[in-house]
Every structure is written in structure tokens, then in C-alpha cells.
């Protein structure tokens, strides 16, 4: 059934009120025209550590919650109704996720209570173009003595200028463009070859270009099979897609909640707006677009959680739709606000910004639903 149970009811209402009092939209504000190098609060960073967020998704024996997909993807999305900044995604989601199904048991042992506990930032290195394509990877990993030899360089790594290890897929065999052949490793951050170069993004948040010059890891550095990688980077893109599908979802609802709102207090040639229909008419049917979108990335989170290898098209439709469902949303907020949508001194385009890099991240709509149309025999 597409509804929360009471423990995640109970969870929304926990983080609607913490997100709402410790990271409202002006902290987003504060990062910015402060210029923050971190891109995130890390006061705020430990005290989500401190509510058991870290951990959502780790297992209780390793010290997490082990709460679920369902879980993880209510905190997205009351962190996309305040555009809150954080590692969560890259960290507590993504890589907590990469570790728990594929880890060896040292690997385990060390990164997993680290991430609960809200002590390390691991950041997904997957694209090296403009476009998401993981099957184009071409970073080389040769192999070194007992280990590999990583040469090569990924774009746009979320989270990248904070982190203290990487994820990283790269090539063990075959050339980019081939499923088979790539393979994941951990690497630490610190290691000799290892640079990454801070990306100014249009949301005000951190990535990073991040490049590998002949950096010697070891055969520990593993994660998962040789050159079959590509299986467990797709889960592991999933919990990050369904993540940003639902961080998008509650963007996209605050800013038809503000719009509306608006609608409500604007007078025009002697009456409020929002009695002109025309507008009653465009609001219901955005108010109808994110219901459907609220479904699909829940039917995506449960799906997660039933079984996260078959996942995928699921997945696929929740990031497409509620990346469309978010576009229109920041599109006629801009609009039914007027002139002053297009300016600074109101929240809306703070929205429409994150909106934009949230909807490319991993895969935009377009990349999704041509997925969803080749699995439906298109």
C-alpha cells in the first residue's frame, strides 16, 4: 500500500519539526553569501548524526537504525522542503548502502559504524562527462603488485570536497561504454594522487572534480565483484536516484505551498488572484501532478525495500516524474509570482536552483523515462 505505517509517520513528524527549527531555507541563505567551503553545516551535520539519521540505513548490529528506504526517503523529502545541505545523501544513503550489501567484513567493520555515527562523508564518484552515463566509464584501475593502479579523473562528485573516502567505479577490463568490466573500490581520500578541486554549483552546495593520478590502493580496497561492478552500482545509484526523487517531491510541494499562499494575498485590479481562474486551474493541476509524483516515490522506496536489485524501473519512474513535477512547480511559482520570482528577495528561485541540479543529478528525467520506455519493450 502506498502510505506510511506509524513508525514513519511517526519519523515525518520527528523531521519536520528538527528540519524546520535547525535548517529553515535561510540557512541555505547563510551558506551562501558566507561562502562556506564546506557546502553544509557541520554543527548540523553531528546533530542529525546525534537523531540516528546517519544510520538510517545502516544495520542495528553495526550501530545504525536500520529504519529502510522508506525511512531515508522521509528525510529527503522534508529536506527538500527547506533545501537543508548535508551529506546525507552521498553518505548515509548511497554509501551506507554500497557498504552494507557489498562490503567485505574488515570493510564493514570500519566504515559502517563510522557513517552512523556521523564520522566520515564517503561521496559517490561515478560521471567523468556532462551527462550521466555510468556504462562510460573509462577511469582505469591496473592492476599493481597485490592491488590497483587508479588513473583518471570523475566530474561533479557531490560532496566530493568534503569527503574522506570515495566510491569510486572504474575499469578493470573493456573500454567505456561496455557493461562488463567495471568494478568499485573504496579509496581513501588521503591517499598520494588523490585531488579533488571545489565546484562552484548553482544550488550554493559542494561537488567536486575529483582526479586519481597513479593512486595505489590495495586488493582491501575492493568492494564487491572484479568487473562486474555495474549490478551493485545500480542499487547503489537507486538509493541515491530515489533519495534526490524524493527530496524533489518535497520541493516541489513546498513551492506549491508558497504559491499558492501567494496566490491567496496578491491583489490585482481589486481582488485576490487567486479568484481569477485561469490560475485556480494551472494550481489544480500541479496539486494533482505532485500527488501522483508523492506515489510514485514511495512506490519506489518500498520497492527499494522489498528487493533492491529489481528496484531499478521503479526507481527510474519516481526520479523521472517527480524531476518533471518539480520543473513545473518552480516554473509557474516563477510565473504566478511575477517579476519578484525572478529576484533574490524571496525563496522561490532558491528552489528552482536546487530544483535544477537535483533533477540532473544522476540521471534527468529524459535519461529515466527512456529507460522506463526500453524496459516496456519501446
Request: glycine fraction near 12%; proline fraction near 2%; charge should be negative.
Amino acid at each position: 500500500m502506498l502510505v506510511h505505517d506509524e513508525d514513519q509517520r511517526l519519523l515525518a513528524d520527528a523531521a519536520k519539526g528538527f528540519i524546520q527549527e535547525k535548517a529553515p531555507v535561510a540557512a541555505l541563505r547563510k551558506l551562501r553569501d558566507e561562502k562556506v567551503a564546506d557546502g553544509f553545516d557541520r554543527d548540523l551535520w553531528r546533530q542529525m548524526a546525534e537523531m540516528g539519521w546517519t544510520g538510517i540505513l545502516v544495520p542495528e548490529e553495526a550501530g545504525g537504525l536500520g529504519f529502510g528506504f522508506v525511512g531515508a526517503g522521509i528525510i529527503c523529502e522534508e529536506m527538500g522542503r527547506t533545501l537543508t545541505a548535508s551529506p546525507f545523501l552521498s553518505t548515509a544513503m548511497m554509501a551506507a548502502t554500497a557498504v552494507s550489501r557489498a562490503g567485505s567484513p574488515a570493510q564493514k567493520e570500519r566504515w559502517l559504524p563510522a557513517i552512523a555515527a556521523g564520522e566520515t562523508i564517503i561521496a559517490t564518484a561515478i560521471d567523468e562527462g556532462r551527462k550521466h552515463a555510468p556504462e562510460k566509464t573509462a577511469l582505469k584501475a591496473e592492476v599493481s603488485g597485490n592491488g590497483f593502479r587508479l588513473s583518471g579523473a570523475k566530474t561533479y562528485v557531490a560532496d566530493g570536497q568534503v569527503a574522506d573516502a570515495f566510491l569510486v567505479a572504474a575499469r578493470t577490463a573493456g573500454s567505456a561504454g561496455e557493461t562488463k568490466g567495471i568494478s568499485l573500490f573504496l579509496v581513501d581520500s588521503k591517499l598520494a594522487g588523490v585531488s579533488s578541486e571545489r565546484v562552484v554549483t548553482l544550488d550554493s552546495r559542494g561537488a567536486a572534480h575529483v582526479s586519481f593520478d597513479n593512486v595505489q590502493i590495495t586488493g582491501a580496497d575492493v568492494l564487491g565483484e572484479i568487473d562486474d561492478g555495474l549490478g551493485l552500482l545500480e542499487i547503489v545509484l537507486g538509493a541515491g536516484r530515489a533519495g534526490l526523487a524524493a527530496e524533489l517531491s518535497g520541493n516541489a510541494q513546498e513551492s506549491f505551498g508558497r504559491t499558492v499562499d501567494y496566490l491567496k494575498e496578491r491583489k490585482q485590479f481589486g481582488r485576490t488572484i487567486g479568484a481569477f481562474q485561469a490560475l485556480q486551474h494551472r494550481a489544480a493541476h500541479l496539486f494533482s501532478e505532485i500527488e501522483i509524483a508523492k506515489s510514485a516515490v514511495l512506490g519506489a522506496l518500498q520497492a527499494l525495500d522489498a528487493d533492491p536489485a529489481g528496484a531499478a524501473l521503479a526507481v527510474s519512474l519516481a526520479k523521472s516524474k517527480a524531476a518533471s513535477v518539480a520543473r513545473l512547480a518552480a516554473q509557474e511559482a516563477i510565473q504566478m509570482h511575477g517579476g519578484i520570482g525572478m529576484t533574490d528577495a524571496i525563496d522561490i528561485g532558491l528552489f528552482a536552483k536546487r530544483m535544477q541540479v537535483a533533477s540532473e543529478l544522476y540521471g534527468d528525467a529524459d535519461f529515466h523515462a527512456d529507460r522506463v520506455a526500453l524496459a516496456r519493450g519501446f
